[in-house]
């Protein structure tokens, strides 16, 4: 491909080309550049309209050469029963980032929704007991289902239980990820009863309240905290992040816009307090579980390095076998 051309990947390419194990290897291995001081912290920018907001999250990771990546992503969670559409859409651009060369644009959902379920899987891997069965999923979109897939690949999970102000929703998840993972799903009305029962709890959905408090776990437990991606939203109780071992994606990012802005907020806890971000336990800098009976909350608000690495692996697939469709911009 020469400096003129640019591939676009399509939803259906990324599809065909990206795969879950590969997005967890991807994901784990960005996390470990970050935590041995390899990359570059990365940018966030928010905007935020009515019915929904906008970020651009931007990052840089040398790899099989250099990379810069940034994701402009929509997020309107409405948006299927308001108009029909998707609640997200969005694309990321991949760039060389030792000349400048525009490399790919690519659709950004799939991209979100397989590197956003593989932070989770990586984070249960370091954080999770080894011998967690049992997972509670609150939110039973598209994300809550390949949650669900991810952590199937690390833990050995015999069980699940689907939560969903959504019933019908709720009701459907149990039904197919029952029959995909070969798994007991349970459709649950009482979030805190399931979790209280859960050796890894999940909570992806827009919340802007807590939907965890702090008798609603139960000790050794291991919470993703997937939702809070602008300062409005919340899912955990500051009471319950206090009483917690607290794991960041990005410490900085966390306290702007995750569970953890909320707590800090409410002055149940400082920057202090937190743990270590996700990169330094991965990284082998910091200790991750220590002991059975901790709870440890994983606050992820999303990496732009998991979108970098992810699009790197798509591009240099789609070259190896030719996907996509190839556009000269001199032309």
């Known amino acids: 491909m020469n400096s003129n051309d640019i591939l676009v990947l399509t939803p259906r390419d990324i599809q065909t080309l990206l795969t ?5 290897e991807a994901v784990e291995r960005a996390f470990r550049l970050y ?43 409405g948006n299927p029963a308001r108009c029909g559409l998707p609640t997200i859409q969005g694309v990321v651009i991949l760039c060389d980032a030792g000349n400048g060369t525009r490399l790919a644009v690519m659709d950004s959902r799939d991209i ?14 370091y954080l999770s007991r080894k011998d967690s069965q049992v997972v509670t999923v609150c ?8 949650q669900l897939r991810a952590l199937a690949r690390v833990r050995p999970v015999k069980g699940a239980f689907a939560y969903d102000s959504d019933r ?15 798994v007991k799903v349970t459709q649950v009305t009482d979030l805190a009863a399931a979790a209280c029962q859960s050796d890894i709890c999940v909570t992806c959905t827009p ?14 437990a291991f919470v993703a905290a997937i939702g809070a991606d602008n300062p409005h939203k919340q899912e955990i ?22 569970d953890l802005h909320h707590a800090l907020d409410a002055g149940a806890m400082t920057i202090a307090d937190v743990h270590a971000e996700l990169g330094a336990i991965v990284a082998g800098q910091k200790p991750g ?26 591009y240099e697939k789609a070259e190896k076998l030719g996907s996509g469709v190839r556009l000269n911009f001199a032309a």
């Open 20 to 24: 879950l194990e590969e997005s967890i």
């Open 35 to 77: 935590g041995e001081g390899k990359a570059a912290p990365p940018a966030v920018l928010s905007m935020h309209t009515e019915h929904g907001g906008f970020h651009i999250k931007a990052g840089m990771l040398c790899l099989n050469r250099q990379y810069f990546g940034a994701k402009v992503n929509g997020n309107f969670p």
């Open 112 to 125: 979100t929704t397989l590197r956003t379920a593989a932070a989770t899987a990586v984070a249960a891997k």
């Open 139 to 146: 939110g039973c979109g598209t994300q809550g289902r390949v």
């Open 168 to 182: 019908e929703q709720a009701a459907r998840f149990s039904r197919e990820l029952a029959s995909e993972l070969n």
């Open 207 to 220: 919340s802007h309240e807590p939907l965890l408090g702090p008798d609603d776990v139960r000790p050794g």
């Open 237 to 258: 109780h500051p009471g319950l992040m206090a009483k917690s071992k607290i794991i960041c994606d990005v410490v900085e990012q966390c306290a702007m816009m995750g």
């Open 289 to 314: 579980r220590e002991s059975q009976e901790e709870i440890i909350i994983f606050d992820s608000t999303g990496m732009a390095l998991q979108d970098v690495t992810t699009a790197a692996m798509l």
